[in-house]
């Protein structure tokens, strides 16, 4: 499974209700909940803004690329977007605050197209497709943490690649697997894993 096809099925069916706000009847994810979500799944992710782009009506456009990175794995997506006030119509010779502001609106939406997080926000839609409502074995749930737990514990590579395969197809209990472990672990889990891969390789 590609690295791309695997973050998208980890965070574009990921509830992010908690950590929006409304403005004017638009609802909003902030810059720093979008990436610390991004961070707690892939913690060696990184972004860039590219340089203030200047038109002739004195309008700017902004833009950033996120790449998303795990192990020697990576790919990035850059998405655009102009400076604009609270109507969403661009704003002429804008201040450093409304570049700024506008920078990390889009942040947000590189992540969202990268990964999927947050794109159900800009569908205007109350829930990500997959969050509807699907119900989740919670003694399943266990079992399986126990069980990375365990193997993660004994540094068993083969067992953890196994576990992984097994929930392939439930991205349900995956994700309720997956949010039961802290970034230290989930990073050790996936190192580990990859250690397998490299071996196959080899």
């Not at 004994?154 to 097994?166: H, P």
Request: aromatic share 8%; proline share 3%; hydrophobic share 30%.
């Amino acid at each position: 499974m590609s690295l791309e096809r695997r973050v998208w099925q980890e965070m574009s069916h990921l509830n992010v209700n908690d950590k929006t706000s409304k403005k004017m009847n638009l609802t909003y994810l902030s810059w720093s909940d979008c990436w610390a979500t991004l961070a707690d799944y892939y913690p060696e992710s990184n972004y860039d803004f590219g340089e203030p782009k200047y038109y002739a009506d004195e309008t700017v456009e902004v833009s950033c690329t996120v790449t998303i990175k795990d192990g020697e794995h990576q790919f990035s997506r850059t998405m655009y977007l102009p400076v604009m006030d609270h109507r969403n119509n661009s704003v002429p010779n804008p201040s450093s605050r409304q570049i700024s502001d506008a920078r990390q609106r889009c942040l947000v939406k590189a992540v969202a197209v990268a990964t999927g997080l947050g794109l159900y926000i800009y569908r205007g839609e109350d829930l990500p497709s997959e969050d509807k409502p699907k119900r989740v074995n919670k003694q399943l749930v266990q079992q399986y943490v126990q069980s990375f737990l365990d193997a993660l514990s004994a540094e068993d590579a083969l067992g953890l690649r196994q576990l992984g395969d097994e929930l392939r197809e439930d991205e349900t209990t995956m994700s309720e697997v997956w949010k039961a472990f802290d970034s230290k672990q989930k990073a050790a889990i996936r190192s580990l894993i990859n250690s397998t891969k490299e071996s196959t390789n080899g």
